[in-house]
C-alpha cells in the first residue's frame, strides 16, 4: 500500500503540496482544504505529534566548553606576541573558554527530529519573522 494517496498529483508536487499543508496546520492550528487531502495530512500530522508527546523529555544536560577570543573594550580581538621554535615573532589572538550547558538529544529524540524537519517547513508569520515549527 503506497505511503500517501496519490491526490492526481506528481510525487514531488504531491509531497511540497502537503509538507505546505502539514506546516500550516502545525503552525496556524486549522486549515481549510478538501477531504481527501485533510485525511492524508492528518494521517502525517498525528505521527508527528504522537512522535513529538513520546519524545519531549528525552534529552540531558551536558556542559560544553566553548573557546572564543577576547575582546578589548572597543570590541577588537587582543592580541598576544609570540616566539615561534627558530626565535621568529608573531600575533596571535588571546583565547579564553568559558563552558555552560546544553541539551543534547538522546538518539531516539534526534531521529524524531529528523522526522519533523522532514515535514515541516520553516514559514512566516504577520510582522515577516521566520517561524520554525521544529
Same mark, same amino acid.
Given at each position: 500500500?503506497?505511503?500517501?494517496? *496519490?491526490?492526481?498529483?506528481?510525487? !514531488? +508536487? $504531491?509531497?511540497?503540496?502537503?509538507?505546505?499543508?502539514?506546516?500550516?496546520?502545525?503552525?496556524?492550528?486549522? +486549515? =481549510?482544504?478538501?477531504?481527501?487531502?485533510?485525511?492524508? #495530512?492528518?494521517?502525517?500530522? /498525528?505521527?508527528? #505529534?504522537?512522535?513529538?508527546?513520546?519524545?519531549?523529555? !528525552?534529552? /540531558?544536560?551536558? =556542559?560544553?566548553?566553548? %573557546?572564543?577570543?577576547?575582546?578589548? %573594550?572597543?570590541? &577588537? *580581538? #587582543?592580541?598576544? @606576541?609570540?616566539? %615561534?621554535? !627558530?626565535?621568529? &615573532?608573531?600575533?596571535?589572538?588571546? $583565547?579564553?573558554?568559558? @563552558?555552560?550547558?546544553?541539551?543534547?538529544?538522546?538518539?531516539?529524540?534526534?531521529?524524531?527530529? $529528523?522526522?519533523? +524537519? $522532514?515535514?515541516? !517547513?520553516? %514559514?512566516?508569520?504577520? =510582522?515577516?519573522?521566520?517561524?520554525?515549527?521544529?
Amino acid at each position: 500500500m503506497p505511503a500517501q494517496r *496519490k491526490l492526481g498529483r506528481a510525487t !514531488n +508536487i $504531491r509531497l511540497s503540496m502537503l509538507r505546505g499543508m502539514v506546516t500550516d496546520l502545525v503552525v496556524h492550528g486549522r +486549515i =481549510e482544504t478538501t477531504e481527501a487531502r485533510a485525511l492524508e #495530512v492528518k494521517k502525517i500530522a /498525528e505521527k508527528l #505529534v504522537t512522535i513529538a508527546a513520546k519524545e519531549k523529555d !528525552n534529552f /540531558e544536560p551536558r =556542559e560544553v566548553l566553548k %573557546s572564543s577570543a577576547k575582546l578589548d %573594550s572597543k570590541g &577588537r *580581538k #587582543v592580541l598576544v @606576541s609570540k616566539k %615561534s621554535k !627558530n626565535g621568529a &615573532r608573531y600575533d596571535a589572538v588571546d $583565547r579564553e573558554t568559558k @563552558s555552560s550547558m546544553v541539551q543534547v538529544d538522546f538518539p531516539s529524540r534526534l531521529a524524531a527530529r $529528523r522526522q519533523a +524537519i $522532514r515535514w515541516l !517547513n520553516k %514559514s512566516h508569520d504577520a =510582522e515577516g519573522k521566520v517561524v520554525n515549527p521544529v
